[in-house]
């Protein structure tokens, strides 16, 4: 199986973050012989997320998107990727309340960006996220796994651990 890593984020490409995600991806991949064989890393547009993955469908067996998963109105992955996959968002009722106990859990008033991150592309499995409140997300598109996982390094490493390598 041939993976493409794809890392979203202006912050990312401009070089005023570092990329941690995909040498982290990389590294837990190859420790169980999964061959990442495509990097890519694109800003937070749309369109470019949007031919990232189509790209990467093309030519890889399975594909992990991270980053743009979040509330703000740059996180658009999800967006892209029901674009891409003719899949339109729905509303995930589960992923909705686990949002709205894990805030709740915290102290805080639950702002009403972040229930965008309930919002999931048609027949997406959430994954639970134990750090945030993105869940990572499985997609299988005509037998092709494309993941989503949050950017924040943290939330995307326990994701990654928990759920993605066991996986795949």
């Known amino acids: 199986m041939q993976i493409e890593i794809i890392t979203i ?3 990312v490409l401009s070089g005023r973050t570092l ?3 995909f040498a982290f991806l990389s590294r837990a991949l190859e420790e169980v012989s999964v061959q990442v064989a495509w990097h890519s890393t694109v800003g937070d547009g749309a369109e470019a997320i949007g031919g990232a993955l189509r790209h990467a469908l093309d030519r890889a067996d399975a594909v992990v998107m991270t980053g743009g998963l979040g509330p703000t109105p740059d996180d658009l992955t999800r967006k892209a990727v029901a674009t891409v996959l003719r899949r339109p968002l729905q509303l995930d009722e589960s992923v909705l ?3 709205r106990a ?7 008033k639950l702002p009403g960006s972040v229930e965008t991150q309930a919002l999931l592309p048609r027949g997406a499995e959430p994954w639970p996220n134990a750090l945030g409140t993105a869940p990572g997300l499985l997609i299988v598109h005509r037998d092709k796994p494309v993941i989503l996982l949050p950017g924040v390094p943290a939330e995307m490493e326990g ?6 390598v066991p996986y795949l």
């Not at 894990?102 to 805080?108: N, S």
């Not at 994701?159 to 993605?164: S, T, Y």
């Open 102 to 108: 894990r805030i709740k859990k915290l102290g805080r």
């Open 97 to 99: 309340a686990s949002i």
């Open 19 to 21: 990329d941690t995600n």
């Open 9 to 11: 984020g202006d912050e």
């Open 159 to 164: 994701l990654a651990r928990e759920h993605v």
